[in-house]
C-alpha cells in the first residue's frame, strides 16, 4: 500500500507539474558536496530527489542547486562514494560529505547495453572518464586515449585527420573489418572521428570476449562503448574549451648534405666500376629537404557547449571548430561539429530523446608521396633553379632513383577531400511494472565524402611533367542505420541481485562510390573544376557499393548473491546477408563469467590489507562477418584490363577470373580471461591484474593458390587459419592527498601480448606480404604457422664483405666488398630465398603507460607517459632503392669504405646487388618511451570569479608528444598497417610534437 | 483519472514498441538476402553470344598485362640473350643480373610472374573452350571463337614449355578442389597439345578479318606459330609445310624496315600475330602494356626506364648501312627519324627501337609508349624459318630465295651491303640462316631459346654464364612447387 500511495503522490505531483509547470510546494536548496576525509569539493556528484528521476550534477566548485519538494530526500551518489541520503526537511542549504566507498560498490561501468557495478563485473572492462580526454586538447578522442589503458595499443597516423589504428589484445582479425567496433550512444561505427573529444561523458573499453560478445558479429577486435554528455539539470551552463598551439616535427633524420651525398655517389659508382658522377664533391651543403617542405604548424581548437536541464527535459548543445595546419606545407584540416541531444521526460517511466551530430571536414591533403620524396631526393638539386626553373634531377643524370623534386611534387599537388555527416538516434524508455524497462533506439548515419584531386598542365622537371591536365572526382555515399530493442529486468531481493536482458537488433550498411575523370579541364579557379569541361572523349565513370544487413538476437543474465557470488551469462545469435545462401547463416556467441569478492566474505572481515579483494573469470565467443557479400558465388570480371583493341578501337572483355571456395562459415574467437582486483589502504592503492587468452578460429583469410590456377589474383578466400593472442595486463593506481593539500593520483599499466598462428591451410606455406611500397617487390613479411601474424622475414646478415677474396670464397659470387653478407641458412653454398628466416615481430609485445596527476591549490599537473616495447619496425625506406637516393647521415658516417673500415654498414653502393633485399640490417628496434602529455593548469580562485559571474575558468599550457626516446633510425617507429603487413616504414608521417595553450571556462 | 491515463498511455507505448519490434524481426527473411554489389554472377553469363564474344575479347585483352610483355617477359625471354644487357642505372633492379648472368635461383619473382602469366592467358582460353561451346549463338562464330581460344592457349603454353620444360597442363576450368593441384607434363606432351591446338585453329581461322577485327588470330598466324612450335622439335618437313602455306597467304615484307615497327604502321603487311595495344582515351587501366615504357629512354618526359638495351654484341654484328641498325637500336646522343632528340646524359649507349613511340605521341595521363603493338610473328620470321627448313630438307635454292628476300629489304637501295648469300652447302647456309636470325628479329625476344633450341648456346652464351644441362630451361618458382606440396619437381641444376 505504502509503495502505491508513494507512486500515487509521485505522479500527482509530476501531473501536476505537466499542467502547471510550476510547483508550488518547491523550495530551492543549494549546498557543497565534499569528500568526507579531504574536504576537497567533487564535481559531477549526482544529486537527485528520491524516488523520482529529477536530479542534477554538482558543478567543477563541487556546489549544486535542485528544486526539491520541502519534504523530500536527496540523494547523493558518485563513483568510490558511499551514496548518501539527506531529508529535506525545508533547509535550504544542505552540505554533503561524502565518505569513500570502501567497496567501490556503487561505481558504476558502462557494459554492453547497459551499465553494471564494477563490483558486479566478471569481465575485463576499461573506463576511462570523458575529461581525462577533453583535457588532453587532443584533436581525436581516440589518440588522447594512447597509454591510458593496459592492452590497448594505440599507433596515430600524425597525418590530420586521420583516425589512430586501436588494437585491442592483439590482432583479432585479419580480414575484413580489422579496426575496433565504437558504440556511440548505441550506434555502430567504425571511427569516432565525427565526435568532439569534449561531447564525450566516458568511454568504456570491452577487453576480454565474455563483456564483447554482446556484440557477437563486429567484436572479434574489441569494442569501445562511447557515452556522450547530456544535459545536467540546473541552470544552462555555458562551457569554452579552447587551445591554439603549434605543432613541431620532432626526432628528424639527418640526412647527408651535398658534399656527404656527391661523395657517397661517386664511391658506389666506383664499387661500381663506373667513372665518378660527381666531378667535384665540394658542394657545400646543398638543399635540405626536410626544411624546405616541413614548418611549423598551427593548430587551433574551440569548443562551446550550452547544457542544462528541467524537471522534464535536458539539452546538451555543442559546436566544435578544429583547424589543423599539417607539418607540410599547403597541408590543412578544418573539422566543424554540432553536436545536439534532447530528453523529455513524458511522464514518469516514459522517457524519449534523440542525439543528433552534424559534422563537417575539409582537407587540403598532402601529397601522398611527399615523405618518401623528402627522404629519397638529392641534396645537390637546388629547389629553384636561378632562371626561377624547378631543380630537375635528371639534369645532373642521378637516375630512376630521386627523380623528384619535391617542392614541385607539393606545388602540383592539388587534393581536396570534404566529408559530410549527419549521424545519431533516437529512442525511447519505458520503465514499467517496476522492474522493467523498455529500449528502442534507431540510429542513422548518413554520410558523403568528397574527393577531388587536380593535376594540371605543367612542366617542372624531367620525372615531373604532364601533357594533359587531370580531375578526379570521388564520391561516396554511406547510408547505414541500427534498430535496436531491448527489455531489461531487474530486480533485487534480499541477496539477490538480477538482472536480465533481451534484445533484438537489425542493421543496414550502404555505401556507393562513383568516380569520375577527365582531361584537359580547365583551371582558373575551384568553379571551373567539373569533369563536363573536360574533353569528352577522356571522361570516365566508375562506380562500385557494398550492401550488407545483419539481424541479430541476444539475452543476458547477471546475478549476484550477498555481492559476493557473481555470475553473468549471454547469449547473442547472429544472421549476416553476407553468408546468406549458406549452411552456416546464423553464428552463436555465448559467454559465461563468475566473480568472487572475497572481501566481503566473513573471514575477510577483520584482515586489514585489503580493501577491496576480488577474483574473476570468464569465457566468450565472438565473430566476425567482415568477408565479401557472397563470398562463395563466383561474378564475372570485367575489369578494363580485358578491354581487347581491334583495329585501334575497344572491346569489351570478361571472363572468369576468380575462384571461390565452396562454403565460408563464420569466422569465430574464443577467450578466457582471469582477473585479480585488489585495493588497499581504503582503496588508495588499487591493482587490477588479467591473464587472457584467445584464439580465433576458422579465421578468414586470404591464401595464394597456384600460379598455374590462372586466376588474376593468386589467391582464394576461406576459413584457412587458427590464431592465438595471450598476455598478461596489469594496472595499478595510487591516489592520495597529503597534509600540505597536495592531491595526487599515479597509475600505471603494462600488457604484454604473444601473437601467434596456431595453424594456416596453406601448411608451412607463408602468407607474403608488405611488397607494397618497396623495389623490385621485396616482400619483408609472411604469416606462417608458429610465428606472430605478418612477421618479418628475410636473409639475416651476418656482416660486410671486406675483401674480393672474401666474396669469391662465400655463397654470393656476384657481391662485392662493402656487401651484406648473408647467412646461407641451408648450407647448400648458394644464397637464395630458401636462405630467409625470421627477423622480428611487428606485433608489440609490451605496451605501456604510466599517468599522473597532481592538484595543488589551484595548480594541477598531468604527466603522461607511454610507450611499446618488444616490438620491430622494418626500416622500408632505408632499404628501398633504386640507386642514388640519398642517404641518411648515420649510413654516411657508418658505411663501409674499404677492407676493415666496418663490419655492420654497408658501402655507398647500398641499392647495389643484394643490398635491397629484405634483411635483418632493416629490421630494427620500435621501441619507444614517449613524453605522451604534459599539462600544466591553473584555476581562478572562486572569489574572484564570482564577482565576474564566472563558474570557472581555468588556463592550461601542455606538450604533446615532446620527448620520444627510441634507437630506430627513422621519423617514428610508430608505423602501423594492415595485420598482414605492418610495421613496414616506407611513407610514414613523421612525429612531431604539439605545444598548446588554452583555457577552460564555464558560466 | 490522470493516473489511469497515464497508465493506458504507458501500456499504449509499450505495445507499440514491442509490435515494432516484432515487425521488424518478421520480415528476415527478405532483408538479409543482399545480392552482390556490382558484380554478376558467373552463373549469368555464358548465355549468350554476347557473352562468347566478351569471353574472347577478354583473352586478347590480357595479353598486354605486366607479366606477359613487361619485366618478367623480358627477364625470362630476352636478357639472357647475348643481345641485350639490363640497361638502366647499375644499381636499378639488379635482379635482372641474375638472369643475364645464370645466376638466377627459384626463389626469384619474375619466375613466377611469368608463369602466373601465361596461365592466366590459359584460364581465359579454357573458360571460353569450356563454356562457348553450349551457348546457342552463331555456328561458325562460335567454331571461330573456339579457334581463337586454341592458338591463344597453344602460343601461352608454347612460351611455358621453352621457358621451364616440363609444365602441368590445365586444358580444362578446375572443377573443383582435387583438380587444383596437379604435376607436371612431359614436354613432348605439351608440345603434342600446342600442335593440336594449332592445328585446330588453322582449320577454321579466316586468312583475313574485316576493319572491326584486326588483330584477332588468323590462319597465317596459326600456321606459323605451328611452324615455329614444329621448328623448336626439328620437325623440319612440318616447318616447311606450314611456312610455305603462310607464304601462300599474301603476306610480305614492309618495305621501310624503321617504319614497320612505328604505331603508324600497326597491323601492316609483314604482321602474322601482334598484341594489340591502344591509348583509350580516359581509361589509364585499359592502357596498361608497359611494354614500350620498361624499355625507353630514360630521364626524359616521353621516356621510360631504360631496361633490356641491345647491347655490344648486337650492335657490331651488322654491316655498316644496313636498315636494321636505325631499326633495332636507338642510340645516345642522336635524334631518331621521328625527329626525337637522345640526350648525351642517358645511363645506356642504346635502347630498343623497336619498342620506340615518337615522343609526339606521348600523354602523361598514360603510361608511356602504352598504344605500342607488340609483333610476336612477322613474316621475316616466316621467311626465316622456311630458309632453315628448306636447307635443313637439303632444298638449297629455296633456302636461299627465302633467305635473300629478308636480307633484301634490310639492304634496300644499298647495293653495297647484304650481299645475296649464295653459298649452298646446308653448313654454311644453316649459319646464313641463323645469323640472319640474330639480326632480323633482334631485340624481339626470339633470340635467347632460338640460340639454345640451334643447339649453340654454350658456345655463345657460355662466356656470359650459360651451362648445359641446366641453363636449357629456366627453374620452376619456388613459391609454385612450395604451394603445390612439392607435386611439382624442379629442375636439373637448380
Not at chain 1, 549546498?31 to 523520482?52: L, N, Y
Not at chain 1, 542547486?65 to 542549504?93: D, H, K, M, R, W
Not at chain 1, 585491442?168 to 569516432?192: A, K, M, N, S
Not at chain 1, 601522398?368 to 630537375?392: C, E, H, K, L
Amino acid at each position: 500500500m505504502k509503495q502505491i500511495f508513494t507512486k500515487f503522490s509521485v505522479l500527482t505531483f509530476l501531473c501536476l507539474l505537466f499542467m502547471n509547470a510550476v510547483s508550488a510546494q518547491n523550495i530551492t536548496v543549494k549546498g557543497t558536496v565534499t569528500d568526507g576525509q579531504d574536504k576537497t569539493s567533487i564535481p559531477a556528484v549526482s544529486v537527485m530527489v528520491k524516488g523520482t528521476t529529477v536530479g542534477t550534477q554538482t558543478d567543477a566548485n563541487g556546489k549544486y542547486a535542485i528544486s526539491v519538494p520541502a519534504n523530500g530526500t536527496l540523494v547523493f551518489t558518485y563513483i568510490g562514494y558511499n551514496t548518501q541520503e539527506v531529508a529535506v526537511n525545508n533547509q535550504t542549504t544542505i552540505n554533503a560529505a561524502l565518505a569513500s566507498s570502501s567497496q567501490q560498490l556503487d561505481q558504476v561501468v558502462v557494459v554492453g547495453y547497459g551499465t553494471q557495478r564494477k563490483i558486479d563485473v566478471t569481465g575485463s572492462v576499461a573506463s576511462v572518464k570523458g575529461e581525462d580526454i577533453s583535457k588532453q586538447a587532443s584533436t581525436n578522442a581516440v589518440g588522447a586515449l594512447q597509454g591510458k589503458v593496459a592492452g590497448v595499443s594505440i599507433v596515430n597516423s600524425g597525418q590530420p585527420g586521420k583516425a589512430p589504428t586501436v588494437t585491442i589484445r592483439g590482432t583479432g582479425t585479419i580480414y575484413g573489418q580489422t579496426g575496433v567496433l565504437y558504440v556511440v550512444d548505441g550506434v555502430w561505427y567504425d571511427d569516432i572521428n565525427f565526435l568532439n573529444p569534449a561531447d564525450i561523458a566516458n568511454i568504456s573499453i570491452l577487453k576480454d570476449a565474455s563483456s564483447q560478445s554482446i556484440y557477437g558479429i563486429r567484436a572479434a577486435n574489441g569494442v569501445v562503448l562511447v557515452t556522450t554528455t547530456r544535459g545536467k539539470k540546473g541552470d544552462p551552463t555555458i562551457n569554452y574549451n579552447g587551445s591554439i598551439g603549434i605543432q613541431s616535427v620532432t626526432n628528424a633524420v639527418k640526412m647527408a648534405n651535398a658534399s656527404e651525398y656527391a661523395t657517397a655517389v661517386n664511391e658506389s659508382y666506383k664499387i661500381l666500376n663506373q667513372p665518378p658522377l660527381f666531378p667535384s664533391t665540394n658542394l657545400g651543403e646543398g638543399t635540405d629537404w626536410y626544411k624546405q617542405i616541413l614548418r611549423n604548424a598551427m593548430v587551433t581548437n574551440h569548443q562551446v557547449s550550452i547544457n542544462g536541464a528541467t524537471e522534464k527535459s535536458s539539452y546538451n548543445f555543442s559546436l566544435g571548430y578544429l583547424n589543423q595546419d599539417g607539418i607540410v606545407k599547403k597541408n590543412n584540416y578544418k573539422r566543424y561539429t554540432a553536436r545536439l541531444s534532447n530528453d523529455f521526460q513524458i511522464f514518469p517511466g516514459l522517457k524519449i530523446g534523440y542525439n543528433v551530430t552534424g559534422v563537417s571536414s575539409v582537407s587540403r591533403d598532402a601529397p601522398t608521396s611527399i615523405f618518401r620524396d623528402m627522404y629519397t631526393a638529392a641534396p645537390v638539386i637546388p629547389v629553384f633553379n636561378a632562371d626561377g626553373s624547378y631543380g630537375d634531377p635528371s639534369k645532373l643524370n642521378l637516375g630512376n632513383g630521386p627523380t623528384s623534386n619535391p617542392q614541385a611534387t607539393l606545388d602540383f599537388f592539388n587534393q581536396r577531400n570534404a566529408k559530410y555527416k549527419v549521424t545519431g538516434n533516437v529512442f525511447a524508455e519505458l520503465k514499467f511494472a517496476k522492474h522493467f524497462t523498455f529500449k528502442t533506439s534507431a540510429g542513422g548515419d548518413f554520410a558523403q565524402e568528397e574527393n577531388r584531386t587536380y593535376t594540371p598542365k605543367y612542366y617542372a622537371t624531367a620525372s615531373q611533367n604532364t601533357t594533359v591536365s587531370i580531375l578526379g572526382i570521388d564520391r561516396i555515399e554511406t547510408r547505414n542505420w541500427i534498430l535496436e530493442n531491448t527489455l531489461t529486468y531487474d530486480n533485487k531481493w534480499g541477496d539477490h541481485n538480477l538482472t536480465l536482458l533481451v534484445g533484438q537488433t537489425a542493421q543496414r550498411y550502404k555505401s556507393y562510390t562513383l568516380n569520375g575523370t577527365a582531361q584537359n579541364v580547365p583551371y582558373s579557379t575551384d568553379g571551373d573544376l567539373y569533369l563536363s569541361l573536360g574533353d569528352a572523349a577522356t571522361r570516365l565513370i566508375k562506380d562500385s557499393g557494398s550492401l550488407n544487413t545483419a539481424d541479430s538476437y541476444f539475452g543476458r543474465a547477471n546475478y549476484s548473491f550477498k555481492n559476493k557470488y557473481l555470475l553473468n551469462a549471454s547469449i547473442r545469435a547472429d544472421a549476416a546477408s553476407q553468408f546468406f545462401g549458406g549452411s552456416d547463416l546464423w553464428g552463436y556467441f555465448p559467454s559465461v563469467g563468475g566473480g568472487w569478492v572475497i572481501t566481503n566474505e566473513d573471514f575477510m572481515k577483520d584482515q586489514k590489507i585489503f580493501t577491496n579483494l576480488k577474483l574473476r573469470g570468464s569465457w566468450g565467443k565472438v565473430g566476425n562477418a567482415g568477408v565479401p557479400i557472397n563470398p562463395t558465388t563466383l561474378s564475372i570480371d570485367q575489369g578494363a584490363g580485358l578491354i581487347a583493341f581491334f583495329n585501334g578501337q575497344p572491346y569489351t572483355g570478361a571472363s572468369v577470373t576468380t575462384i571461390v571456395p565452396p562454403a565460408l562459415f563464420w569466422e569465430r574467437s574464443a577467450g578466457t580471461d582471469i582477473g585479480l582486483e585488489m585495493g588497499f589502504l581504503n582503496n588508495r592503492l588499487s591493482i587490477e591484474a588479467d591473464y587472457y587468452s584467445r584464439k580465433t578460429e576458422q579465421a578468414i583469410f586470404d591464401i595464394p593458390v597456384l600460379g598455374s590456377l590462372g586466376t588474376s589474383n593468386g589467391k582464394i578466400i576461406g576459413n584457412q587459419a587458427d590464431f592465438r593472442n595471450r598476455g598478461f595486463e596489469l594496472a595499478a593506481t595510487w591516489s592520495d592527498k597529503t597534509a600540505g593539500g597536495l592531491a595526487y593520483s599515479i597509475s600505471g599499466n603494462v600488457g604484454m601480448n604473444n601473437n601467434k598462428v596456431l595453424n594456416v591451410t596453406s601448411g608451412d606455406n607463408p602468407i607474403y606480404a608488405g611488397g607494397g611500397g618497396l623495389v623490385n617487390a621485396v616482400i619483408p613479411t609472411r604469416t606462417i604457422t608458429g610465428s606472430p601474424i605478418g612477421e618479418f622475414y628475410g636473409y639475416k646478415v651476418s656482416g660486410i664483405f671486406q675483401t674480393p677474396a672474401q666474396v669469391a670464397a662465400s655463397a654470393q659470387p656476384n657481391a662485392r666488398p662493402g656487401d651484406f653478407i648473408y647467412v646461407d641458412q641451408n648450407g647448400d653454398g648458394k644464397i637464395d630465398g630458401k636462405d630467409r628466416v625470421s627477423l622480428g615481430n611487428p606485433n608489440p609485445k609490451y605496451t605501456y603507460g604510466v599517468n599522473t596527476n597532481f592538484a595543488y591549490k589551484n595548480f594541477d599537473l598531468t604527466v603522461d607517459i607511454q610507450g611499446v616495447a618488444g616490438v620491430d619496425v622494418y626500416n622500408g625506406n632505408l632499404g628501398a632503392r633504386f640507386g642514388n637516393e640519398n642517404y641518411t647521415k648515420k649510413l654516411y658516417d657508418n658505411r663501409w669504405t674499404g677492407p676493415g673500415s666496418t663490419n655492420t654498414y654497408p658501402s655507398a653502393n647500398l641499392a647495389g646487388g643484394d643490398n635491397i633485399q629484405a634483411n635483418s640490417f632493416y629490421v630494427e628496434s620500435g621501441a619507444y618511451i614517449r613524453l605522451r602529455n604534459i599539462q600544466l593548469g591553473y584555476t581562478f580562485p572562486q572569489a574572484l570569479m564570482s564577482k565576474w559571474k564566472v563558474q570557472k575558468l581555468r588556463v592550461f599550457a601542455n606538450a604533446q608528444n615532446a620527448v620520444n626516446l627510441f634507437g630506430y633510425r627513422g621519423f617514428s617507429p610508430e608505423v602501423g598497417g594492415t595485420p598482414t603487413n605492418a610495421g613496414v616504414d616506407i611513407n610514414v608521417y613523421p612525429l612531431f610534437a604539439t605545444y598548446n595553450l588554452g583555457i577552460n571556462l564555464t558560466f | 483519472m490522470k493516473i489511469v491515463n497515464n497508465i493506458n498511455i504507458q501500456k499504449w507505448f509499450a505495445v507499440a514498441l514491442v509490435s515494432t519490434a516484432l515487425f521488424t524481426s518478421s520480415c528476415k527473411k527478405s532483408f538479409l538476402d543482399v545480392p552482390p554489389q556490382g558484380q554478376q554472377p558467373a552463373v549469368q553469363f555464358w548465355k549468350t553470344q554476347d557473352d562468347a564474344t566478351k569471353g574472347v575479347n577478354a583473352i586478347y585483352g590480357n595479353l598486354r598485362t605486366w607479366g606477359n610483355v613487361a619485366f618478367p617477359a623480358l627477364v625470362i625471354e630476352s636478357v639472357a640473350s647475348d643481345e641485350a644487357d639490363k640497361g638502366s642505372t647499375p644499381t636499378d633492379a639488379t635482379f635482372w643480373n641474375l638472369y643475364d648472368n645464370f645466376t638466377v635461383t627459384s626463389t626469384e619473382g619474375s619466375l613466377q610472374g611469368f608463369w602466373d602469366a601465361q596461365y592466366q592467358n590459359i584460364n581465359l582460353c579454357n573458360q571460353v573452350l569450356d563454356n562457348v561451346p553450349a551457348i546457342s549463338m552463331d555456328a561458325s562464330l562460335k567454331t571461330r571463337y573456339l579457334a581463337e581460344a586454341k592458338f591463344v592457349r597453344a602460343y601461352s603454353y608454347f612460351r611455358l614449355v621453352r621457358a621451364y620444360g616440363d609444365v602441368p597442363l590445365r586444358l580444362k576450368v578446375p572443377a573443383g578442389t582435387s583438380e587444383y593441384n596437379i604435376p607436371r607434363t612431359p614436354k613432348a606432351t605439351v608440345y603434342a597439345q600446342i600442335e593440336q591446338d594449332l592445328t585446330d585453329a588453322a582449320a577454321v581461322l579466316p586468312q583475313a578479318y574485316g576493319s572491326t577485327d584486326i588483330g584477332r588470330a588468323t590462319k597465317g598466324a596459326a600456321l606459323g606459330m605451328h611452324a615455329k612450335v614444329a621448328m623448336y622439335q626439328k620437325k623440319w618437313a612440318d616447318v616447311l609445310a606450314y611456312t610455305n602455306q603462310v607464304m601462300g597467304l599474301g603476306y610480305s615484307l614492309f618495305p621501310d624496315f624503321y617504319q614497320s615497327f612505328r604505331t603508324t604502321h600497326n597491323n601492316n603487311s609483314e604482321s602474322v600475330f601482334e598484341v594489340q595495344a591502344e591509348i583509350l582515351p580516359g581509361n589509364p587501366v585499359a592502357t596498361n602494356s608497359q611494354y614500350s615504357q620498361v624499355q625507353g629512354v630514360p630521364g626524359i618526359p616521353a621516356g621510360g626506364w631504360g631496361f633490356n638495351v641491345p647491347s655490344d654484341v648486337i650492335a657490331a654484328a651488322y654491316e655498316p648501312g644496313d636498315a636494321r641498325i636505325i631499326g633495332t637500336m636507338l642510340f645516345r646522343g642522336s635524334t631518331t627519324p621521328d625527329g626525337d632528340v637522345i640526350p648525351t646524359t642517358t645511363p645506356n649507349p642504346r635502347y630498343n627501337m623497336k619498342s620506340y613511340v615518337p615522343f609526339s605521341l606521348y600523354n602523361s595521363a598514360y603510361n608511356s609508349g602504352a598504344q605500342q603493338h607488340i609483333r610476336v610473328l612477322r613474316f621475316a620470321d616466316i621467311l626465316l624459318m622456311n630458309a632453315e627448313a628448306a636447307n635443313e630438307l637439303g632444298n638449297s635454292t629455296q633456302a636461299l630465295s627465302s633467305l635473300n628476300r629478308v636480307r633484301a629489304r634490310a639492304r634496300g637501295t644499298n647495293t653495297a651491303i647484304l650481299a645475296d648469300v649464295t653459298a649452298t652447302d646446308a653448313t654454311t647456309i644453316r649459319a646464313a640462316v641463323y645469323k640472319e636470325r640474330q639480326l632480323e628479329l633482334a631485340m624481339e625476344s626470339d633470340r635467347y631459346f632460338d640460340v639454345i633450341r640451334q643447339g649453340r648456346a654454350a658456345e655463345v652464351f657460355g662466356p656470359k654464364g650459360w651451362k648445359a644441362n641446366k641453363n636449357e630451361v629456366w627453374p620452376i618458382p619456388q613459391t609454385e612447387i612450395d604451394r603445390s606440396g612439392n607435386l611439382l619437381t624442379q629442375n636439373p641444376g637448380y
